[in-house]
Protein backbone atom coordinates (compact mmCIF):
# COMPACT_ATOMS: atom_id res chain seq x y z
CA UNK A 1 0.00 0.00 0.00
CA UNK A 2 1.33 3.22 -1.00
CA UNK A 3 1.16 6.47 1.21
CA UNK A 4 -1.53 9.14 0.68
CA UNK A 5 0.14 12.17 -0.94
CA UNK A 6 -1.57 14.03 2.28
CA UNK A 7 0.37 11.65 4.37
CA UNK A 8 3.66 12.07 3.04
CA UNK A 9 2.85 15.94 2.81
CA UNK A 10 2.21 15.64 6.53
CA UNK A 11 5.64 13.72 7.23
CA UNK A 12 7.86 16.26 5.39
CA UNK A 13 5.91 18.97 7.36
CA UNK A 14 6.94 17.66 10.43
CA UNK A 15 10.29 16.59 9.58
CA UNK A 16 10.44 20.22 8.51
CA UNK A 17 9.43 21.78 11.55
CA UNK A 18 11.11 20.00 13.81
CA UNK A 19 15.04 21.21 12.12
CA UNK A 20 13.23 24.61 12.32
CA UNK A 21 12.66 24.80 16.41
CA UNK A 22 16.48 24.83 16.95
CA UNK A 23 17.37 27.59 14.95
CA UNK A 24 14.66 30.09 16.43
CA UNK A 25 15.58 29.02 19.55
CA UNK A 26 18.39 31.82 19.88
CA UNK A 27 18.44 35.29 18.79
CA UNK A 28 20.97 37.51 17.56
CA UNK A 29 21.87 40.70 19.84
CA UNK A 30 22.10 43.18 17.25
CA UNK A 31 19.10 44.97 18.15
CA UNK A 32 21.31 46.86 21.12
CA UNK A 33 23.65 49.56 20.70
CA UNK A 34 26.87 48.83 22.36
CA UNK A 35 27.75 52.29 20.92
CA UNK A 36 25.93 54.27 23.39
CA UNK A 37 26.42 52.36 26.82
CA UNK A 38 24.17 53.42 29.62
CA UNK A 39 24.74 53.52 33.45
CA UNK A 40 22.13 54.81 35.91
CA UNK A 41 20.12 53.44 39.29
CA UNK A 42 17.22 51.53 39.72
CA UNK A 43 15.08 49.28 41.98
CA UNK A 44 14.92 45.67 41.14
CA UNK A 45 11.45 44.81 40.72
CA UNK A 46 11.85 41.46 39.72
CA UNK A 47 14.68 38.63 38.27
CA UNK A 48 13.15 36.82 35.93
CA UNK A 49 15.03 33.44 35.68
CA UNK A 50 13.62 31.90 32.67
CA UNK A 51 15.57 30.28 29.41
CA UNK A 52 16.47 31.37 27.00
CA UNK A 53 17.15 34.68 28.61
CA UNK A 54 16.78 35.70 31.99
CA UNK A 55 15.38 39.44 32.31
CA UNK A 56 16.08 41.84 35.00
CA UNK A 57 13.56 44.21 35.77
CA UNK A 58 13.94 47.15 37.42
CA UNK A 59 12.07 50.91 38.21
CA UNK A 60 14.34 53.86 37.31
CA UNK A 61 13.73 57.54 37.75
CA UNK A 62 14.32 59.83 34.41
CA UNK A 63 17.30 58.10 32.43
CA UNK A 64 18.46 60.98 30.10
CA UNK A 65 15.60 61.52 27.62
CA UNK A 66 13.85 58.65 28.78
CA UNK A 67 10.79 59.17 31.12
CA UNK A 68 10.62 57.70 34.34
CA UNK A 69 9.16 54.01 33.85
CA UNK A 70 10.24 50.05 33.64
CA UNK A 71 13.17 48.52 31.98
CA UNK A 72 13.52 45.47 30.81
CA UNK A 73 16.96 44.47 30.49
CA UNK A 74 17.83 40.87 29.23
CA UNK A 75 20.94 38.89 30.47
CA UNK A 76 22.95 37.45 27.28
CA UNK A 77 22.82 33.48 28.36
CA UNK A 78 20.84 31.04 30.31
CA UNK A 79 19.80 30.79 33.70
CA UNK A 80 22.21 27.33 33.50
CA UNK A 81 24.87 29.53 32.47
CA UNK A 82 24.43 31.80 35.03
CA UNK A 83 24.35 29.34 37.74
CA UNK A 84 27.54 28.21 36.51
CA UNK A 85 28.98 31.84 36.56
CA UNK A 86 27.97 31.85 40.56
CA UNK A 87 24.41 33.37 40.32
CA UNK A 88 21.65 32.13 41.30
CA UNK A 89 17.95 33.44 41.21
CA UNK A 90 18.15 35.41 44.18
CA UNK A 91 21.58 37.10 43.26
CA UNK A 92 18.90 40.29 43.60
CA UNK A 93 15.73 40.72 45.60
CA UNK A 94 13.30 43.09 44.70
CA UNK A 95 13.55 46.40 46.09
CA UNK A 96 17.57 46.05 46.26
CA UNK A 97 19.21 49.23 45.08
CA UNK A 98 21.08 48.42 41.78
CA UNK A 99 23.40 50.35 39.31
CA UNK A 100 22.85 49.11 36.17
CA UNK A 101 25.13 49.14 33.20
CA UNK A 102 23.61 48.40 29.67
CA UNK A 103 23.62 48.45 26.09
CA UNK A 104 20.43 50.27 24.82
CA UNK A 105 17.74 48.81 22.82
CA UNK A 106 17.78 50.75 19.20
CA UNK A 107 13.85 51.23 18.81
CA UNK A 108 13.98 53.50 21.86
CA UNK A 109 11.92 51.45 24.53
CA UNK A 110 13.28 51.24 27.94
CA UNK A 111 15.00 48.15 27.74
CA UNK A 112 18.96 46.65 26.80
CA UNK A 113 21.38 44.45 27.26
CA UNK A 114 22.62 43.57 30.59
CA UNK A 115 26.37 44.47 31.20
CA UNK A 116 26.96 44.33 34.83
CA UNK A 117 25.00 45.65 38.21
CA UNK A 118 26.27 47.19 41.24
CA UNK A 119 24.09 46.30 44.51
CA UNK A 120 23.84 49.72 46.56
CA UNK A 121 25.05 49.44 49.75
CA UNK A 122 26.71 45.97 49.69
CA UNK A 123 29.10 46.81 46.47
CA UNK A 124 27.86 43.36 45.29
CA UNK A 125 28.96 43.46 41.64
CA UNK A 126 26.96 41.15 39.31
CA UNK A 127 28.30 40.57 35.76
CA UNK A 128 28.58 37.89 32.95
CA UNK A 129 31.82 36.64 32.42
CA UNK A 130 33.20 32.97 30.92
CA UNK A 131 31.54 29.88 31.64
CA UNK A 132 34.09 27.97 34.09
CA UNK A 133 35.14 25.32 32.27
CA UNK A 134 33.85 26.11 28.86
CA UNK A 135 36.29 25.62 25.96
CA UNK A 136 37.20 28.52 24.12
CA UNK A 137 35.88 29.05 20.41
CA UNK A 138 39.00 27.65 18.15
Known amino acids: MKPS ?3 RAGFALMLLTSLA ?3 DAHHSFSMFDPSK ?4 EA ?3 NLQWTSPHAILWVDA ?3 GAYAP ?3 SLELPTSPANLARMGWSRTSVKAGDKVIVEINPIRDGRRSGQFKRATVVGSSKVLSIGAIPGAQPPK
Open 21 to 23: VPA
Open 5 to 7: PFL
Open 37 to 40: PMKF
Open 43 to 45: TVR
Open 61 to 63: PQV
Open 69 to 71: GLW
